[in-house]
């Protein structure tokens, strides 16, 4: 239990995905515009990780691991994660077409997303358990949510803020993600596993 | 032997999550009117979104959805509109779109410049350069920013320094309309009935006839000559009434500075050089 709770902590602040990674940083810039595709992004992304670490991680252990097949890992890996990606996609555009549409280019995205493989690889090298594993990966893709949704927020009053020309745009959307990402740096060494 | 497990295994995975998703596609499907592709397969493609919607395909999906009129796309014509009302069955009002009209006659000859302008050639540009160059700061800059916006070559820039509009090539799209950093383009019903006064000033007389030899002065004398009432000063202009006017021209011959101009013959560049070239005749015997 004491691991499983470290883990979502470690995940979601000290070791986020987003900020202390580097995974995903092209949603985590393209999709930060708005709070709503921000939140719709967040959610096909948790789903997506939960999902893709699940299906790889039991792949890996009854399938791979048995076979001795270990080197077809990050093949089988990606066919994991681009099919649920088209999962995401088909059940997305029946259930809420706005989202659909407000995603855009960016639900596919998500299978080329490198922060979903990484959370699978991840899964499996670190020997977790079934169970932490998927607690990883929800840990894992709701830091990423945090990140998501935090930036969104802050580029929503940004619109509003007088700047310099220069800055407008990408500049102040990346000096932000740097001035966020050394904030959580704060976080830093408060907790291992 | 490895080799082979190795294509198996993936082979296998693969098919599993392909049967998967071919069911899921199946059960989620979407279903989408036929109609919808049907409509926009006769659009014209420009999507210059004259219709109010984001391109063609949004279109289409309204007109079949019934938010909005086959008619609303004004580049296609009636061609257009009559093909999309035989695919969706319904009747239509014939839609003769709306033409481009310039409300400016201050052609280079008539209209004063306050200083030689010498920058890129572009209204917006030259219209944010303290004010602009032209003395009259509502009238045209004729640096064919409208011209270079149509993309049916309707517009083109006379010698005189004012757009001229192709009535039979103007498809009514509006883009120049909202180009024109002056907003001295106006669509207006197609044909050539009826009268117009051809200036967007709203400074006073006085002030107007120093800069322009052309422009509105406010003077009402068109209002007091129309026997049709189809006259009303809106602030300093005056503003003919197409759907009143019965074109009788009793109003042009009375206009001081000679604002108004039938739709039937607008100045073309050739007059302006002309009437030009006599007022300096007239000036130099005097």
């Known amino acids: 239990m004491e691991k499983l709770l470290s883990i979502i902590f470690i995940y979601i602040f000290v070791e986020n995905f987003v900020l202390h990674r580097f995974f995903g940083i092209c949603p985590f810039l393209g999709v930060s515009r708005k709070m709503e595709t921000a939140i719709g992004m967040s959610m096909a992304v948790i789903f997506v990780m939960t999902m893709a670490t699940l299906v790889t991680w039991l792949l890996h252990t009854f399938v791979l691991v048995p076979n001795n097949l270990t080197y077809l890992q990050i093949v089988t890996f990606i066919l994991v994660i681009a099919s649920l990606v088209q999962l995401v996609e088909i059940f997305l555009r029946k259930i809420s077409p706005t989202l659909y549409q407000g995603l855009g280019i960016f639900l596919p995205l998500i299978t080329t997303n490198c922060a979903v493989m990484a959370v699978a690889l991840l899964a499996v090298r670190q020997e977790f358990s079934l169970l932490e594993a998927v607690v990883f990966a929800i840990a894992a893709s709701l830091g990423f949510s945090l990140a998501l949704i935090i930036m969104a927020g802050i580029r929503e009053r940004l619109e509003l803020a007088n700047m310099p020309d220069v800055l407008q745009g990408s500049a102040v959307t990346l000096i932000t993600a740097g001035i966020l990402s050394m904030a959580f740096l704060g976080f830093q060494g408060m907790l291992t596993l | ?286």
């Open chain 2, 1 to 286: 032997m490895l080799i082979i497990y190795a294509i198996a295994a993936l082979g296998l995975i693969g098919l599993s999550f392909g049967l998967f998703l071919a069911i899921a596609a199946r059960v989620f499907a979407v279903e989408t009117d036929p109609r919808i592709e049907a409509v926009k397969e006769i659009l014209p493609a420009a999507n210059c979104g004259a219709c109010g919607y984001a391109g063609c395909a949004k279109f289409a999906e309204a007109v079949v959805n019934g938010d909005t009129d086959p008619g609303g796309c004004i580049p296609g014509g009636e061609d257009v509109v009559n093909e999309i009302a035989d695919v969706l069955g319904i009747e239509v009002s014939s839609t003769a779109p709306p033409v481009a009209t310039v409300f400016c006659v201050g052609d280079i000859y008539k209209a004063a410049d306050r200083f030689i302008y010498d920058g890129v050639e572009d209204c917006t540009v030259a219209d944010q350069m303290y004010g602009g160059f032209k003395a009259c700061t509502y009238g045209c800059l004729g640096l064919g920013n409208c011209a270079r916006a149509c993309p049916f070559d309707a517009i083109r820039m006379g010698t005189h320094g004012l757009p001229l509009v192709d009535n039979e090539k103007c498809t009514g799209c509006g883009l120049c309309v909202k180009e024109c950093p002056r907003n001295l383009i106006q669509m207006l019903p197609p044909g050539i009935e009826g009268h117009l006064v051809l200036c967007s000033s709203q400074d006073r007389g006085k002030a107007v006839s120093k800069v322009c030899e052309v422009g509105c002065i406010a003077c009402k004398a068109c209002i007091k000559a129309c026997p049709q009432e189809a006259i009303e000063m809106d602030g300093k202009l005056a503003v003919i009434d197409l759907e009143k006017c019965n074109d009788c021209g009793d109003c042009v011959e009375k206009c001081p500075p000679g604002t108004i101009h039938p739709r039937s013959a607008f100045p073309s560049e050739k007059e302006a050089k002309a009437s030009a070239a006599s007022a300096e005749k007239v000036s130099e015997s005097a």
